[in-house]
């Protein structure tokens, strides 16, 4: 009697003309990883977001998500690459970019929020200036990081961004070997996503204080494309971080995995 | 073997081809240049084509305009001064020694190329390479190559094509001519037409003691200009760089494809002109005249000095498509500055970084695109002030050595502008906002942390913040208390 084994490559073998894709598992990607510098989320990514690839962080506001990002490009910036930030509502704060490490004169800051149409006088709107924006940038190459803060775009006007655009995206980001990280209030970029990082808060310091000293956060792994258990994961996994206030002289951030 | 040899380069009907150098669409056709003041404006100069449809120099415009098919242009000094300039460099990359002959319908340059033989070959051979190159700058010119200062000019001033004279045969090379191309003064031609001199070798057969008893010495310089034996005190010209292009149309132009395509020649001809002496391009300013007196001005800064065309003529493309002139062109000037071209030193273990003349193009598209002042790094101002910050320019290549970044801290993302709220206090502390939409509890309250500055000046601040906790969202934010208007403000939320 033959073995499982024997029939399964016999069945191949067989169909192989007729189905070549069908047997066939798909190719796996193995991306080189970047990592956040936050050793909890670094963990909870095994070692940080794919390069060449799009990572979603999607939380509501105060879950940490904009300083996740922020952590992300620092890292970048500080091994002498250059990231982008294309900013559709205008509330990245410099300030707080400098204190998470990040240095500004290797930071290209598209703010896409102005009013006035510029000279050509078309009237796109922010949302649009920011999907043109990031499709040169990745178009050009030589970024290391593209970050598109959709963090305060409306969620009815981000989920209508076509799949196409997503998809080009990522294709973009795969031949200039770039990291899209999109930053948004719920996840846009479906099936384009390699990562989606769920943020949420978890509790906001301590009361009795009489400053706000720090933030607790909540992530969750809802999306790896390149993970490899196959098994289907009941509850995803979950860490939890802490962030200190800017002005919290030596305080770090701290953290537990989940 | 005579240590002298000279090339000169001759260039007749000048206004008009300076003029037809950027249009190669009008050089098939005829065309006359008109020069003088309305209306009494006439034929200055033409082109080949206009001579076979019956034009000649002096002609009125009324004469002119009933010639069918002939197109008429002004004369423009200023193409020509840019004109002359063009001229006079491409002569100067074949000798550093070559002297200006100017006059008013042609230019001509005469080169010394004693012992340039080895570089370009024989003098055939250089005076041909010498009409190529004009000719791929827009000139049609003439060449002859000999000894003698005059016999190479009086020989390039009445032949076409390349004329080689060799060393002693000055005088049969010019016994043809007729005594008209000495220019001489009209006493003096009709005394020669008298005595039945017609040509320059009937000239140099005159006795000279003779000559020179009835003429003088001007006679004795007309002989020897004949005889080819008159020698020259050569004065260099100091070769010097202006790249500098100009073009005025006849009339005014619409249409940026149309001006796209005079200033791609244009910087064609800058960066061959730049090329030539190992230069690139460092700025490019484009200046246009428009209708009504008006004027307006672009730059073009590239990362790193170009010799690119299609680069320099895409980036000028975006920059006149995002701030394109008011009216119509009537005129465009392009002026360049030239550097030392950009080097960079590439690495296999550099990191990933913009390439310099793409992200040019890139950002020149950003700003297009979202405006001038909304695309680049943001550097912090040492001010207290709240948001104090200005954009500059994105530059690559200013990276620091690679070092550790410090723990990521709490980040704030802006409201702007500040939105108003109305703010219930109580104890002296927020304890409500309304937005304008939405009542929001305020679970813990964090402050006042105040801040003032700026006293003296029409910019001060003086103001409360307070770090709030939102009750039923777990969200944080920034509320401000304006204390000089006492006005509320959210103005960033804790991410």
């Known amino acids: 009697m033959p073995s499982a084994n024997a029939l399964r490559i016999q069945i191949e073998r067989t169909l192989e003309n007729r189905f070549p894709a069908a047997l066939t598992p798909m190719p796996r990607t193995v991306r080189q990883v970047a990592t956040v510098g936050i050793l909890e989320v670094d963990s909870l990514l095994s070692g940080g977001f794919p390069i060449g690839a799009i990572s979603e962080i999607i939380g509501p506001s105060t879950s940490g998500r904009t300083c996740l990002t922020l952590s992300f490009i620092a890292q970048r910036t500080s091994e002498g690459k250059v990231c982008a930030w294309v900013d559709a509502s205008d509330s990245l704060d410099p300030e707080s970019a400098a204190a998470n490490g990040v240095r500004l004169r290797q930071l290209l800051w598209v703010r896409c929020a102005s009013n006035a149409a510029p000279g050509n006088g078309k009237p796109w709107s922010p949302l649009d200036r920011a999907l043109r924006a990031t499709d040169l940038l990745l178009q050009a190459g030589g970024f290391a990081a593209v970050v598109l803060d959709l963090g305060d775009v409306a969620g009815e006007h981000a989920r209508r961004i076509s799949l196409a655009t997503w998809y ?46 720090s933030c607790a956060f909540d992530v969750q792994l809802k999306r790896q494309r390149s993970a490899s258990s196959v098994a289907a994961i009941r509850k995803p996994p979950a860490s939890t ?12 951030a701290t953290g537990d995995r989940g | 073997m005579s240590r002298e040899l000279y090339a000169c380069l001759y260039t007749r009907e000048f206004p008009v081809q300076s003029l037809l150098r950027l249009r190669p669409d009008l050089r098939g056709i005829p065309v006359a240049v008109l020069d003088g003041r309305a209306p009494l404006e006439m034929i200055c100069s033409m082109n080949r084509a206009a001579l076979e449809t019956g034009a000649v120099c002096g002609m009125t415009r009324l004469e002119a305009e009933r010639i069918p098919g002939l197109r008429l242009l002004l004369r423009s000094p200023q193409c020509e001064t840019a004109a002359r300039e063009v001229f006079m460099e491409c002569a100067a990359n074949f000798s550093p020694r070559f002297e200006e002959i100017g006059a008013d319908t042609h230019c001509a340059c005469m080169l010394d190329i004693a012992g340039a033989e080895r ?33 190479a000019l009086l020989k390039a001033a009445t032949a ?42 009937e000239l140099a057969a005159l006795p000279e003691v003779e000559l020179i008893a009835r003429l003088g010495q001007d006679g004795k310089r007309w002989r020897d200009i004949a005889s080819g034996a008159l020698p ?18 006849e009339s005014a132009v619409e249409q940026i494809d149309s001006v796209l395509f005079i200033a791609a020649r244009m910087i064609d001809s800058l960066v061959t002109r730049a090329a030539g002496r190992a230069l690139s391009l460092a700025l490019l300013n484009i200046a246009m005249r428009l209708e009504g007196g008006r004027s307006h001005q672009l730059t073009l800064r590239p990362a790193l000095p170009t010799t690119d065309r299609k680069f320099l003529l895409k980036l000028l493309q975006i920059e006149l498509a995002s701030h394109p002139p008011q009216s119509a062109i009537v005129a465009l000037t392009m002026a360049a500055e030239a550097a030392q071209a950009g080097i960079v030193q590439l690495g296999l273990f550099s990191s990933q970084l913009p390439e310099p003349s793409r992200l040019d193009v890139t950002l020149a598209r950003l700003k297009a695109l979202v405006g001038d002042d909304r695309v680049g790094s943001p550097v912090l101002e040492d001010s ?9 320019a994105f530059a690559v290549g200013t990276q620091c050595a690679a070092i550790a970044s410090p723990k ?33 509890a305020i679970a813990v309250s964090y402050g006042p942390w105040r801040t003032s500055g700026c006293w003296w000046a029409a910019d001060d601040w003086d103001r409360d913040e307070w770090d709030v906790l939102i009750a039923q969202e777990q969200c944080a934010h920034l509320l401000v208390n304006d204390r000089r208007q006492n006005r509320w403000y959210l103005e960033a939320v804790y991410d």
Not at chain 1, 198 to 206: F, I, N, Q, R, S
Not at chain 1, 241 to 252: D, L, Q, V, Y
Not at chain 2, 236 to 246: G, M, R, T, V, W
């Open chain 1, 168 to 213: 080009r995206f990522r294709q973009a980001a795969d031949q200039s070997r770039s990291c899209l990280l999109v930053l948004g209030s719920a996840a846009y970029a479906q099936s384009s996503a390699d990562v989606v990082l769920e943020c949420a808060p978890l509790v906001a310091g301590d009361t009795n204080q009489p400053v706000l000293e």
């Open chain 2, 408 to 440: 990521p801290r709490m980040a704030l993302r802006r409201i702007r502008p500040p939105h108003p709220v109305h703010v219930r206090c109580s104890n002296q502390k927020p304890v409500a906002f309304h937005d304008g939409r939405q009542s929001y």
């Open chain 2, 384 to 392: 207290h002030r709240a948001d104090a910050f200005h954009m500059e």
């Open chain 2, 119 to 151: 570089l370009f070959g024989t003098p055939a051979v250089f005076a041909q390479r010498m009409r190529q190159a004009l000719a791929a700058a827009g000139f049609r010119a003439s060449a002859a190559v000999s000894a003698n200062f005059h016999t």
């Open chain 1, 241 to 252: 971080w802490t962030a200190p206030g800017a002005w919290a002289m030596g305080a770090c």
């Open chain 2, 232 to 249: 020259h005190l050569f004065q260099p010209a100091e070769p010097k760089l202006s790249l500098q292009e100009f073009c005025e149309f």
């Open chain 2, 160 to 201: 076409s094509g390349v004329s080689v004279i060799p060393e002693g045969q000055e005088a049969v090379a010019l016994a043809n001519l007729p005594v008209d191309a000495l220019h001489l003064p009209e006493k003096e031609a009709e005394t020669f037409a008298i005595w039945g001199i017609r040509s320059l070798g």
